[in-house]
């Protein structure tokens, strides 16, 4: 396999790494918190437990159900159209909040994200009491993976990358992948602790609505796929 080949698949991970972490949910949500009410150093902390959690997530989603696919055939074209129209969902769901048919009973990320802290909150409590430190894990943890969406999302969307690639192109995509998580989370962490007082819902939107298009268009990508796997 050349090189070109190989920057090719990294930068696809890298690229759907950063469309898959940067939507605004409740990792980011608590990376953010921590941005915004700790020290910088405790922040980046943060954000370095948040990513191993993370990195943890999506190397499951990965390597897991694409291993299966391998030796399914049937599995790795059900998760291709499954997945392809989930990913498109979800970017749709990104580009045109508010129209994907949720309920008012549906949570928020921040009512999730409170709900993971009161959990790690009575955890700690038993292992522990107050340290700090074991508070940022144990929520840390429960925000990737206490969080089906996450999983759900991950085990198609990365899943049915997997089984589109080729074993040596496997690992360059999936370190783009995990240096995508890596340069958002700490570059999140860095933006929102120098410039706080700059970010506004207009911003957020329109990063989520960015990322969205990039969804999609994997999402496409992903469909195709699977129509030329069929025919």
């Given at each position: 396999m050349d090189k070109r080949r190989v920057w090719d698949s990294?930068?696809?991970?890298?690229?759907?790494?950063?469309?898959?972490?940067?939507?605004?949910?409740?990792?980011?949500?608590?990376?953010?918190?921590?941005?915004l009410t700790k020290p910088r150093r405790r922040a980046l902390l943060t954000a370095l437990i948040v990513l191993f959690?993370?990195?943890?997530?999506?190397?499951?989603?990965?390597?897991?159900?694409?291993?299966?696919?391998?030796?399914?055939?049937?599995?790795?074209?059900?998760?291709?159209?499954?997945?392809?129209?989930?990913?498109?969902?979800?970017?749709?769901?990104?580009?045109?909040?508010?129209?994907?048919g949720d309920d008012g009973a549906a949570q928020t990320p921040q009512s999730r994200t409170s709900q993971s802290q009161g959990l790690a909150q009575r955890v700690t409590s038993k292992f522990g009491?107050?340290?700090?430190?074991?508070?940022?894990?144990?929520?840390?943890?429960?925000?990737?993976?206490?969080?089906?969406?996450?999983?759900?999302?991950?085990?198609?969307?990365?899943?049915?990358?997997?089984?589109?690639?080729?074993?040596?192109?496997?690992?360059?995509?999936?370190?783009?992948?995990e240096t995508a998580s890596a340069l958002w989370f700490f570059g999140i962490t860095l933006l929102v602790s120098l410039f706080s007082h700059r970010f506004s819902p207009r911003i957020v939107t329109a990063m989520n609505r960015v990322c969205g298009a990039v969804v999609v268009l994997y999402g496409v990508k992903l469909l195709a796929d699977f129509a030329m796997a069929v025919l």
């Open positions: 990294f930068f696809q991970g890298l690229t759907l790494g950063l469309a898959y972490v940067a939507p605004i949910g409740m990792q980011n949500l608590f990376v953010i918190d921590s941005a959690f993370d990195v943890s997530l999506s190397l499951s989603c990965f390597f897991g159900i694409g291993r299966l696919m391998q030796d399914h055939a049937w599995l790795k074209l059900a998760i291709l159209a499954i997945g392809g129209l989930v990913v498109i969902r979800i970017g749709a769901g990104l580009l045109f909040p508010g129209k994907g009491g107050g340290s700090e430190l074991l508070h940022t894990i144990v929520t840390a943890g429960v925000v990737t993976w206490c969080n089906p969406q996450a999983i759900i999302d991950g085990t198609l969307m990365l899943g049915a990358f997997s089984a589109t690639l080729t074993v040596g192109q496997s690992t360059p995509f999936i370190t783009g992948v």
